[in-house]
T-cell receptor, first 114, second 117 residues
Framework: SQQGEEDPQALSIQEGENATMNCSYK?????LQWYRQNSGRGLVHLIL?????REKHSGRLRVTLDTSKKSSSLLITASRAADTASYFC??????????????FGEGTQLTVNP | ETGVTQTPRHLVMGMTNKKSLKCEQH?????MYWYKQSAKKPLELMFV???????ENNSVPSRFSPECPNSSHLFLHLHTLQPEDSALYLC????????????????FGSGTRLTVV
C-alpha cells in the first residue's frame, strides 16, 4: 500500500524563489528520505532524516520531520532552473529489524522558470 | 554515473519474447532492489536481495524472475509479458544494515524503459 503522499502534485515557481514540498505517511518509520528524478531517469538521493531528528540541512535543502503528524517537508531555497525535476519522499519502515525497504510517494513535479 | 549501471536503457519486446534486464554495481553494497515505475503511480518495490539471497518478493507475477548471482550483479528475466508491464524498471543498491544503522540512502541506476507490444 502507498506509504508517502506528496503535496502538491505539481509546483511552478520563478528562479530565485523558494520551493516547499510536503510529504505525509501512515506507519512508523526508521527514517525518511527525499529523492530527485530528472525526466525518465534514475532517482538521486538528496537527504535522509532519522525518526529522532526534527530538522536537517544540506546546501540549499532543508528537511523537517514531525513524527507526531507523520509528515515531512522539503524546502529548496533560491531555486534554479536546474532544480526542475520530480521530487519523491520515501519512508524506511521501523518494522524491519534488518535491512531496509523504501516505500515511495507519488512525487511532486517542480518546474522552475528562468 | 551513479555507480549503478543498468542495461539496456531501452527495450521493446513482444509478448512472446524472453529478455533480461541487467544491473551492476561496484559500490561495495550488499543489497540490491528492483523497482517498477509506471506513469501516474508510485514506485513499486518488486524484489529485494540481501547478500545474494532474495528476502522479499512483493507478489510479483511469475513472468518476472529475478536472479542475483553475486553481490555486484542483479538480473530481471522477463517472459511472456503483458502490455501493462510497460514501465521504467529501476535497479538500486544499498548497504544492508540493522535498524539502528540505517542512515544511508539508495543508489539508483538510470533505469530500463520497457515497452511491451
Amino acid at each position: 500500500s502507498q506509504q508517502g503522499e506528496e503535496d502538491p502534485q505539481a509546483l511552478s515557481i520563478q528562479e530565485g524563489e523558494n520551493a516547499t514540498m510536503n510529504c505525509s505517511y501512515k506507519t512508523s518509520i526508521n527514517n525518511l528520505q527525499w529523492y530527485r528524478q530528472n525526466s525518465g531517469r534514475g532517482l538521486v538521493h538528496l537527504i535522509l532524516i532519522r525518526s529522532n531528528e526534527r530538522e536537517k540541512h544540506s546546501g540549499r535543502l532543508r528537511v523537517t520531520l514531525d513524527t507526531s503528524k507523520k509528515s515531512s517537508s522539503l524546502l529548496i531555497t533560491a531555486s534554479r532552473a536546474a532544480d526542475t525535476a520530480s521530487y519523491f519522499c520515501a519512508t524506511d519502515g521501523s518494522g524491519e529489524t534488518s535491512g531496509s525497504r523504501l516505500t515511495f510517494g507519488e512525487g511532486t513535479q517542480l518546474t522552475v522558470n528562468p | 554515473e551513479t555507480g549503478v549501471t543498468q542495461t539496456p536503457r531501452h527495450l521493446v519486446m513482444g509478448m512472446t519474447n524472453k529478455k533480461s534486464l541487467k544491473c551492476e554495481q561496484h559500490l561495495g553494497h550488499n543489497a540490491m532492489y528492483w523497482y517498477k515505475q509506471s506513469a501516474k503511480k508510485p514506485l513499486e518495490l518488486m524484489f529485494v536481495y540481501s547478500l545474494e539471497e532474495r528476502v522479499e518478493n512483493n507478489s510479483v507475477p511469475s513472468r518476472f524472475s529475478p536472479e542475483c548471482p553475486n553481490s555486484s550483479h542483479l538480473f530481471l528475466h522477463l517472459h511472456t509479458l503483458q502490455p501493462e508491464d510497460s514501465a521504467l524498471y529501476l535497479c538500486a543498491s544499498s548497504r544492508w544494515l540493522d535498524s539502528y544503522q540505517r542512515d544511508y540512502g539508495y543508489t539508483f541506476g538510470s533505469g530500463t524503459r520497457l515497452t511491451v507490444v
